[in-house]
């Protein structure tokens, strides 16, 4: 498994999926909170490129609303519609 796969499938487990059980519509995270709640140093570029990808969208089963922030730094915030 490499990171990539291994970033999408903890925002999955502990983002996605956590805002579905709980009924929400939408969910954001923050590219610095997986850099962080995964022990990672200098990977934040991987962090969002994973959260940023086609991949993710399909497994997850998200839908992209926006993209803010830096698009590679900590404070980059995906922002996913739930379906």
Known sequence: ???ADRIREFANENYIEPAREG???EVSIRAGDIHRD???HGRLPVVCSAL???KFLYEADVARVAVDGP???ANCVLTFEIR
């Open 71 to 73: 698009l590679n730094g």
């Open 38 to 40: 995964m022990g990672l």
């Open 23 to 25: 009924g929400a519509r």
């Open 1 to 3: 498994m490499t990171l």
């Open 52 to 54: 940023g990808s086609n």
